[in-house]
């Protein structure tokens, strides 16, 4: 099973899905089911709240969360008490959500559950930290394209992308945006001298000018970048932002006769919150991007139809993405063999 094998070289993985509908949870049961639990102790929670039959903002009817024996899971207390399944109680947290505070437990006989774990993304590395204390070999955190914090790889090493006809019901249209998210996860990986220092910088836009100093420019954070009246870009080799790249930021590089000497950095892909437009004039400029810390995706589940009843084709679909970023891409319903 090469899907699996791949996702065994790694500690932790992200689901992550481009729009509501996309098979998300599809992929999450398929990974669950097929997952060697006789050689390895897996945990599961979700940012949001996954598992349940009926989407509570389109009304569709969704795939339930088959937990298998041994898993272990964090969900929160109203959830739990929901659960079609047996468990042996684990923990109960001081972390809470909107549902209650976060319970974790150990499936004991198999069934299904509604997983609403940490709510954020400190509380995710918390919760992260404290399950691997418990022996956890592998991580899996259900995620969600609004609250990309769960993909982040101060969090989860590797990911899994979800996309579909309900993200797009024109095919060139969805991969071309699938093809976006998947070029800003794949950006390089700073390699400069000033790596670490920057890492423990907190908040604002920083530079590191051609002799290696750090430059602090006193800005609170890329949003207030329009406030400064002096030109950033002079001498400096980096500019890095410590919160969200938005075009603002993009486009004074953009426009900097020095754009081809300057790197903008940001601290993983997940803080990037640009346009593809001012992204691609950007690049034909020169310009390039880099991450401090880099996720690794591992492919890409499709699910071909729209809530709507629309249908894309799904070999096309697939084919077509595929080439487009050069990783293998799953139709987890139609393919439901071991890929």
């Known amino acids: 099973m090469p899907f699996i094998n791949e996702i065994l070289k790694y500690d932790s993985l992200s689901i992550v899905g481009l729009e509501k509908n996309v098979g998300k949870t599809e992929c999450l ?42 898993i272990y899971f964090s969900t929160a207390e109203s959830h739990y008490r929901e659960r ?11 972390e809470r959500s909107s549902l209650g505070r976060i319970v974790t437990a150990q499936v004991a006989i198999g069934g299904k559950a509604i997983i609403s ?8 590395r918390r919760w992260v930290a404290g399950i691997k204390k418990m022996g956890i070999d592998l991580t899996i955190i259900d995620g969600a394209i609004s609250r990309l914090s769960s993909a982040s790889p101060a969090i989860s090493k590797a990911m899994i992308l979800s996309t579909g ?14 093809k976006f998210v998947a070029e800003m996860i794949a950006l390089p990986r700073l390699d400069d001298a000033s790596r670490d220092t920057l890492c423990d910088i907190e908040s604002g836009v ?12 006193k800005i609170t954070s890329a949003l207030a970048i329009n406030s400064v009246k002096s030109d950033i870009t002079q001498g400096m080799k980096i500019i890095y932002t410590v919160g969200a790249l938005t075009d603002r930021l993009l486009n004074i590089v ?13 601290k993983d892909f997940t803080k990037i919150f640009v346009s593809e437009t001012a992204y691609r004039i950007f690049c034909s400029r020169g310009g390039k991007i880099e991450v401090l810390q880099k996720s690794k ?39 439901n063999y071991d890929i």
């Open 254 to 266: 953009a426009d900097s006769k020095r754009i081809k000497e300057i790197t903008l950095v940001v």
């Open 117 to 124: 774990g940490p709510s954020s993304g400190l509380s995710l």
């Open 165 to 178: 006809a309900a993200l797009s019901s024109n095919i060139a249209t969805l991969v071309q945006k699938t």
């Open 84 to 94: 079609r399944l047996i468990s042996e109680l684990i923990e109960i947290t001081n």
């Open 297 to 335: 995706l591992i492919a890409v589940c499709v699910n071909p139809t729209a809530p709507n009843g629309y249908v894309l084709d799904s070999d096309t679909l697939c084919r077509k993405l595929r080439e487009a970023i050069k990783l293998p891409v799953y139709d987890i319903v139609k393919n």
């Open 206 to 217: 920083w530079g590191v000018d051609t002799d290696g100093n750090i430059v602090d420019f």
């Open 29 to 70: 049961n398929y990974i669950l089911n097929r997952l060697p639990l006789q050689h390895i102790k897996v945990a599961v929670t979700s940012i949001g709240i996954d598992g349940e039959n009926k989407d509570q903002v389109t009304a569709t009817k969704k795939p339930e969360i088959y937990l298998r024996q041994g």
